[in-house]
């Protein structure tokens, strides 16, 4: 089955970076297919992921790819155009957002297609919409073949209204919302 959530969402989080921007940051790389999009905009990618076959697997020559946590390595203050992470915000603590945000540049923006846990009616309606969507794009992409390499992946501990918060805190301005296929679009710009 070669539909993919986070792929699907792509379109949507390129659309959030700046005008101008040239340096990007892509948290939770995985094989780089999206850190591959930002540099085909002719933005310089770093793009770091903890797993080293997801890393080995990775291919771009205009991505450098780096081994790593984010959590604990060395971001440079203020550098990035643009940090995006896809669904990979939920493998850490949510706090990392704010190394993130300092690693942004003035008018720099954050994009987080996260996952989040179903707690709420409105969770379990909207996750029921997504299922008979889920199962016809599965159907329509089932002849193409899967990627070799997955990235590792974890369920999400925060609701979406304690994701709310922790960013109502943490980053403020930031907008929310809700998308279908399990996730949702946090955006973050810098003053």
Not at 101 to 127: F, K, N
């Amino acid at each position: 089955m070669t539909f993919d959530h986070n792929d699907h969402y792509h379109r949507l989080l390129l659309r959030q970076v700046p005008p101008g921007a040239g340096r990007a940051l892509d948290v939770g790389c995985g094989t780089g297919r999206f850190a591959g999009r930002l540099a085909a905009r002719g933005l310089e990618v770093d793009a770091v992921d903890p797993d080293a076959a997801v890393i080995k697997a990775a291919r771009s020559d205009r991505v450098r790819f780096v081994r790593g946590d984010v959590t604990a390595m060395e971001l440079p203050s203020g550098h990035y155009d643009y940090i995006s992470c896809l669904a990979s915000l939920h493998h850490v603590p949510f706090g990392t957002v704010s190394r993130l945000r300092r690693s942004l540049a003035p008018g720099g923006v954050l994009a987080v297609l996260g996952c989040y846990r179903e707690s709420m009616p409105s969770d379990y309606l909207v996750s029921l919409a997504a299922i008979p969507v889920n199962a016809a794009a599965r159907l329509a992409l089932s002849h193409r073949p899967g990627p070799p390499v997955t990235a590792p992946v974890a369920r999400p501990a925060m609701t979406l209204d304690e994701v709310r918060r922790e960013a109502a805190d943490l980053l403020p301005g930031a907008r929310i919302r809700r998308l279908l296929f399990w996730r949702y679009l946090l955006v973050y710009a810098k003053a």
